[in-house]
């Protein structure tokens, strides 16, 4: 990522002055697992990867070794093959199909730092079928940050990747070798892995579709193409057409900014983008949305490239292999940036760019996918100011020069973003995943591996410039560091001496006070300790269900003050003999809770020294870290409606035919009908709403609705966002509870009871559209309960249709105190769990969001009567993480719901902390049925946001 200021001496590093730390290169022997064998983590990827080591060789194997400017600590696993003779190889044999291949390589520098070039054999069953040309112009930096291409101390960033196809597809088995040429001219070859694939068809031009040929684009020729490139996206946008890219390599010497467009191509094994300005440097391919004034870029705004952000682009099936060979931070040659909201990046290679995405916000509702992005000379992807709503999934980072994936909410809140599902390998400096800052962030469901200095597998931290409390920008809320996998993650920081937590956390800016939930985590064969806490103070991180096996030092490593509980946690092969390393006394606070195993609180110790690493790790590996609660395989659910089900008494629902829109892996509808509560059902991920639908056999008047999550601590507490339907029919249904946000909480047994007016129905239905704990539904019990008396015969629709609570039952009234409380409420928007229901439950830590960057929004709530105002009074939460703005707001009225007239007119009303983060409003007496808050603006935030809307007779 890019640091700047004068305090900033190490990108992604600890910052101090020390020397280099000479460390043990050698380990054990024991092979721990591949990044690629981690059942449900990490990115699904089209390849088969094979270590050299483990494929035949006449060559020397180097490593395992894991210190900074060696050979092998760059290398996957820390071992690879040297080949510095004619004649000598490294030969796969083919597991499966394949028709091209990725290989990842070493060779040396030259004199002048500019890099070598040399070809290799490439032999498929010992004949020669072409020259495989091995580089090192992308490789070979030396240094500190940030970084110089000319030799000298702490070389670094050795490898890079080439890419080839067979011309045919070759059968399993087939040997496919690389060989030493005997008119060799490089010294030697080191050769790390191969990924073997079957590259489907290229992808025709869609019909309808513009082609960038049509507008002068030069096919596999050297000149610019970017004005060709941009006529052709800005008429696709002006026609409502997709563009696209033929098979074929373009030369692009400048970004080509989109907007409302889809850009596509035939692959990304089939079009190419490359290419560098010949003289101006700092410019160079790549697709970029639309600054935004006053966000994360800073630099010189075009004409063009102004008014960001683009909105509705999507950018797939191609690649960009860029030409970058150095590190200039301000220099903007990434192959994704600017500002994209409601965009979409699905199946790019992204290679030799200085950062794959470095997306400049604000925006909202970025999602990139499917990708590659390899062989960076900074950061993989970084969500830079004011990014929400953003995910990065399925996606394969390797040889980034930086952090792998990272955000950095510099001067605006990064908010609910998430990176799931990735495979992040050899991060050559920094963290292999890190949030410095961010509100609500999930890291989920990942794999990591081989760091290689100055960083872990996974950061959570306040630190680097713009991230504090004040600027709302502080690491806040739910931080959900869950189901990820760590190998050899973590290692020593050069400048320090003392190796980095395969998970760390560090208070560098401001002390860090959030809900971090680290759970269901295996962390295997660290290089150093597996758990760290620096600089500051930390609270509250809670590791439930964590194993960790094999450390070079130890369990836990505090040089810093910090709250945290520890329960389920095992470890083994903890290299120094002791788990905990504390020379900061009460300062780390930690709570042992039940089911740890391998350790314990009184295995301390606090030497003044740091001992190098001891690798006693056996290669077997921990078994799966288990799920909050494992699930058995459900037995068959019954059919519909069997002729011996009736809806019985108690909990009507046990039992019962239970759908839902989705599942995922074992967590079925049925598990919230068995009568368990340590089975659950989990909706597909990050595809709200979602809905389960239980048939009670008859038509039976039911009054209430009990949902359950299981009862375990390392069940967090959550917010999901449900209504309740029912229908007689299965076809028609109505609400018998509006949507509203219910709190999961262990202390109170994770049950939400939920009562409502009678309701005669037969199916019932819980619909979640947001969940504050984890991105899908999630119930463990789905309780339906009723009079108990048996039914009678189902009456005819006409006769008895099946009631929903109408807007205004006659049970409501006005009341006294906060007349808004409880009532029914509606936006015109919201984002994600932050609904409107939030704003009138009576709870200030929760509060209701709009749509972001799409002012103006309103709330509008029912006081069920016409009945005096005197007062309004608005507050966001109280916490200091909420730092002072102003929004600009009016309030209106209605008897009727329909004509609003205005009652206060629109004003700036700051929200400060230090007064409670409450604004009161006084207004001429009006009598009135509906409250309407019109919001225009929002220093703080792009959204309107109101943790309670409040309204008082007097």
Same mark, same amino acid.
């Given at each position: 990522?890019?640091r700047?200021?004068?305090?900033?001496?190490v990108?992604?590093?600890?910052?101090?002055?020390?020397?280099?730390?000479?460390?043990?290169?050698?380990?054990?022997?024991?092979?721990?697992?591949?990044?690629?064998?981690?059942?449900?983590?990490g990115?699904?990827?089209?390849?088969?990867?094979?270590?050299?080591?483990?494929a035949?060789t006449?060559?020397?194997?180097?490593?395992?070794?894991?210190?900074?400017?060696?050979?092998?600590?760059?290398?996957?696993?820390?071992?690879?093959?040297?080949?510095?003779?004619?004649?000598?190889y490294?030969?796969f044999?083919?597991?499966k199909?394949?028709?091209?291949?990725?290989?990842?390589?070493?060779?040396?520098?030259?004199?002048?730092g500019?890099?070598?070039?040399?070809?290799?054999?490439?032999?498929?069953?010992?004949?020669?079928?072409?020259?495989?040309?091995?580089?090192s112009?992308?490789?070979?930096?030396?240094g500190?940050?940030?970084?110089?291409n000319?030799p000298?101390?702490?070389p670094?960033?050795?490898?890079?990747?080439?890419?080839?196809?067979?011309?045919?597809?070759?059968?399993?088995?087939?040997?496919?070798?690389?060989?030493?040429?005997?008119?060799?001219?490089?010294?030697?070859?080191?050769?790390d892995?191969?990924?073997?694939?079957?590259?489907?068809?290229?992808?025709?031009?869609?019909?309808?579709s513009?082609?960038v040929?049509?507008?002068?684009?030069?096919?596999?020729?050297?000149?610019?193409?970017t004005?060709?490139?941009?006529?052709?996206?800005d008429?696709?946008?002006a026609q409502?057409?997709?563009?696209?890219?033929?098979?074929?390599?373009?030369?692009?010497?400048?970004?080509?900014?989109?907007?409302?467009?889809?850009?596509?191509?035939?692959?990304p094994?089939y079009?190419v983008?490359?290419?560098?300005?010949?003289?101006?440097r700092?410019?160079?391919?790549?697709?970029?949305?639309?600054?935004?004034?006053?966000?994360?870029?800073?630099?010189?705004?075009?004409?063009?490239?102004?008014?960001?952000?683009?909105?509705?682009?999507?950018?797939?099936?191609f690649a960009?292999i860029?030409?970058?060979?150095?590190r200039?931070?301000d220099d903007q040659?990434?192959?994704?940036?600017?500002?994209?909201t409601?965009?979409?990046?699905?199946?790019?290679?992204?290679?030799?760019?200085?950062?794959g995405?470095?997306?400049?916000?604000?925006?909202d509702?970025f999602?990139?996918?499917?990708?590659?992005?390899?062989?960076?000379?900074a950061?993989?992807?970084?969500?830079?100011?004011?990014?929400?709503?953003s995910?990065?999934?399925?996606?394969?980072?390797r040889?980034?020069?930086?952090?792998?994936?990272?955000?950095?909410?510099d001067?605006?809140?990064?908010?609910?973003?998430?990176?799931t599902?990735?495979?992040?390998?050899?991060?050559?400096?920094?963290?292999?995943?890190?949030t410095?800052?961010?509100?609500?962030?999930?890291?989920t469901?990942?794999?990591?591996?081989?760091?290689?200095?100055?960083?872990g597998g996974?950061h959570?931290?306040n630190?680097?410039?713009?991230?504090?409390s004040?600027?709302?920008?502080?690491?806040?809320?739910?931080?959900?560091?869950?189901?990820?996998?760590?190998?050899?993650?973590?290692?020593?920081?050069?400048n320090?001496?003392?190796?980095?937590?395969?998970?760390?956390?560090?208070?560098?800016?401001?002390p860090?006070?959030?809900?971090i939930?680290?759970t269901?985590?295996?962390?295997?064969?660290?290089?150093?300790?597996?758990?760290?806490?620096?600089e500051? +103070? #930390? /609270? =509250?991180?809670?590791?439930?269900n964590?194993?960790?096996?094999? %450390?070079?030092t &130890?369990?836990i490593? *505090?040089?810093?003050?910090?709250?945290?509980?520890?329960?389920?946690?095992?470890?083994?092969?903890?290299?120094?003999?002791?788990?905990?390393?504390?020379?900061?006394?009460?300062?780390?606070?930690?709570?042992?809770?039940?089911?740890?195993?391998?350790w314990?609180?009184?295995?301390?110790?606090c030497?003044g020294?740091?001992?190098?690493?001891?690798?006693?790790?056996?290669g077997?590996?921990p078994?799966p870290?288990?799920?909050?609660?494992?699930?058995?395989?459900?037995?068959?659910?019954?059919?519909?409606?069997?002729?011996?089900?009736?809806?019985?008494?108690?909990d009507?629902?046990?039992?019962?035919?239970?759908?839902?829109?989705? +599942? #995922? /892996? =074992?967590?079925a509808?049925?598990?919230?009908?068995d009568?368990d %509560?340590?089975t &659950?059902?989990?909706? *597909?991920n990050?595809?709200?709403?979602?809905?389960?639908?239980v048939?009670?056999?008859?038509?039976?008047?039911?009054?209430r609705?009990?949902?359950?999550?299981?009862?375990?601590?390392?069940?967090a507490?959550?917010?999901?966002?449900?209504?309740i339907?029912?229908?007689?029919?299965?076809?028609?249904?109505?609400?018998?509870?509006?949507?509203?946000?219910?709190?999961?909480?262990?202390?109170s047994?994770?049950?939400?009871?939920i009562p409502?007016?009678?309701a005669?129905?037969?199916?019932?239905?819980?619909?979640?559209?947001?969940?504050?704990?984890?991105?899908?539904?999630?119930l463990?019990?789905?309780e339906?309960?009723?009079?108990?008396? #048996?039914?009678?015969?189902?009456?005819?629709?006409?006769?008895?249709p099946?009631?929903?609570?109408?807007?205004?039952?006659t049970?409501c009234?006005?009341?006294?105190?906060?007349?808004?409380r409880?009532?029914?409420?509606?936006?015109?928007?919201?984002?994600q769990?932050?609904a409107?229901?939030?704003?009138?439950?009576?709870?200030t830590?929760?509060?209701?969001?709009?749509?972001?960057?799409?002012?103006?929004?309103?709330?509008?709530?029912?006081?069920?009567?016409?009945?005096?105002i005197?007062?309004?009074?608005?507050?966001?939460?109280?916490?200091?993480?909420?730092?002072?703005?102003?929004?600009?707001?009016?309030?209106?009225?209605?008897?009727?719901?329909?004509?609003?007239t205005?009652?206060?007119?629109?004003?700036g009303?700051?929200?400060?902390?230090?007064?409670?983060?409450?604004?009161?409003?006084?207004?001429?007496?009006?009598?009135?049925?509906?409250?309407?808050?019109?919001?225009?603006?929002?220093?703080?935030?792009?959204?309107?946001?109101?943790?309670?809307?409040?309204?008082?007779?007097?």
């Open positions: 990522m890019r700047s200021g004068a305090a900033v001496a990108a992604g590093a600890l910052i101090a002055v020390g020397t280099v730390v000479a460390f043990p290169g050698t380990s054990s022997a024991a092979t721990s697992p591949s990044p690629f064998s981690i059942p449900g983590r990115a699904t990827v089209p390849f088969t990867e094979i270590e050299a080591e483990a035949a006449n060559g020397e194997q180097i490593g395992p070794d894991r210190v900074y400017t060696h050979l092998p600590s760059e290398a996957s696993g820390r071992r690879a093959v040297r080949l510095d003779a004619p004649g000598e490294v030969e044999t083919l597991p199909p394949a028709n091209a291949m990725t290989v990842r390589y070493s060779v040396p520098d030259n004199a002048a500019t890099g070598i070039t040399a070809p290799v054999d490439l032999r498929i069953n010992g004949t020669k079928l072409k020259d495989l040309q091995f580089t112009r992308y490789g070979w930096f030396y500190g940050y940030p970084f110089g000319s000298g101390d702490k670094h960033h050795f490898y890079d990747e080439t890419r080839t196809m067979f011309g045919s597809t070759l059968a399993a088995g087939t040997k496919v070798r690389i060989q030493v040429a005997s008119t060799s001219t490089a010294p030697w070859f080191v050769v892995v191969a990924d073997f694939e079957l590259v489907p068809d290229a992808i025709p031009r869609p019909a309808g513009l082609s040929d049509d507008f002068g684009a030069d096919r596999n020729g050297t000149s610019d193409s004005a060709a490139f941009q006529a052709a996206v008429a696709g946008k409502g057409k997709e563009v696209y890219i033929p098979e074929g390599t373009y030369t692009l010497w400048d970004h080509v900014v989109v907007d409302g467009v889809t850009l596509r191509g035939a692959g094994w079009s983008l490359t290419g560098r300005h010949p003289t101006q700092n410019r160079a391919v790549g697709i970029y949305g639309k600054y935004v004034s006053g966000g994360g870029y800073t630099g010189p705004i075009r004409p063009h490239e102004a008014g960001g952000p683009s909105r509705n682009v999507t950018l797939r099936d960009i860029g030409d970058i060979t150095e200039v931070d040659v990434n192959a994704l940036g600017g500002a994209m409601d965009s979409v990046v699905d199946n790019l290679w992204i290679q030799h760019t200085k950062v995405a470095w997306m400049d916000g604000p925006m509702n999602t990139l996918k499917n990708s590659r992005i390899l062989d960076q000379t950061d993989g992807v970084n969500f830079h100011t004011g990014v929400t709503n995910t990065v999934t399925n996606t394969f980072v040889n980034s020069g930086d952090d792998g994936l990272a955000m950095w909410p001067r605006i809140a990064n908010v609910n973003n998430a990176f599902h990735n495979t992040v390998v050899a991060p050559v400096l920094a963290n292999n995943i890190v410095y800052g961010g509100r609500d962030i999930k890291i469901d990942n794999v990591v591996s081989d760091t290689v200095t100055n960083g996974i959570v931290a630190r680097y410039p713009g991230v504090n004040g600027q709302g920008t502080a690491v806040a809320g739910t931080i959900s560091v869950a189901r990820n996998t760590l190998i050899r993650a973590g290692n020593s920081d050069y320090w001496n003392f190796g980095v937590g395969a998970i760390w956390f560090d208070a560098l800016n401001e860090v006070n959030a809900t939930n680290v269901d985590t295996d962390v295997i064969y660290s290089s150093y300790e597996a758990i760290q806490f620096i500051g +103070s #930390t /609270q =509250t991180v809670n590791f439930s964590v194993n960790v096996d094999g %450390t070079g &130890y369990l490593q *505090a040089q810093a003050a910090a709250k945290a509980t520890f329960t389920n946690v095992s470890a083994a092969h903890i290299g120094a003999g002791v788990a905990i390393h504390n020379c900061v006394g009460t300062g780390f606070a930690p709570t042992y809770g039940t089911g740890n195993s391998g314990s609180l009184s295995s301390t110790v030497t020294q740091w001992p190098a690493p001891n690798y006693i790790y056996d077997s590996g078994g870290s288990p799920s909050p609660s494992a699930s058995p395989t459900p037995s068959p659910s019954p059919s519909p409606t069997p002729t011996t089900c009736a809806p019985g008494s108690g009507l629902a046990r039992g019962k035919a239970v759908t839902a829109t989705s +599942s #995922t /892996q =074992t967590y509808p049925a598990n919230a009908t009568g %509560t340590s &659950y059902w989990e909706s *597909a990050n595809a709200f709403p979602q809905s389960i639908t048939d009670l056999c008859a038509v039976t008047p039911i009054q609705v009990v949902l359950k999550l299981p009862p375990s601590s390392a069940w507490t959550r917010t999901q966002t449900l209504s339907l029912g229908s007689t029919d299965g076809s028609n249904y109505t609400t018998l509870s509006p949507s509203a946000g219910r709190t999961f909480d262990p202390a047994g994770n049950t939400v009871s409502f007016s009678t005669n129905v037969r199916y019932v239905r819980v619909t979640v559209t947001g969940n504050t704990g984890w991105p899908a539904g999630q463990s019990a789905f339906v309960y009723g009079t108990g008396a #048996t039914p009678s015969p189902s009456p005819s629709p006409s006769a008895s099946s009631p929903s609570p109408s807007p205004t039952p049970t009234a006005p009341g006294s105190g906060d007349l808004a409880g009532k029914a409420v509606t936006a015109t928007s919201s984002t769990t932050y409107p229901a939030n704003a009138t439950d009576g709870d830590s929760t509060y209701w969001e709009s749509a972001n960057n799409a002012f103006p929004q309103s709330i509008t709530v029912d006081l069920c009567a016409v009945t005096p005197q007062r309004v009074v608005l507050k966001l939460p109280p916490s200091s993480a909420w730092a002072t703005r102003t929004q600009t707001l009016s309030i209106l009225g209605s008897t009727d719901g329909t004509t609003y205005t009652i206060a007119g629109p004003a009303y700051t929200f400060n902390p230090a007064t409670g983060n409450t604004v009161t409003i006084p207004l001429s007496t009006a009598a009135q049925r509906y409250l309407r808050l019109n919001v225009t603006g929002n220093t703080g935030w792009p959204a309107a946001q109101i943790s309670e809307f409040e309204a008082y007779a007097s």
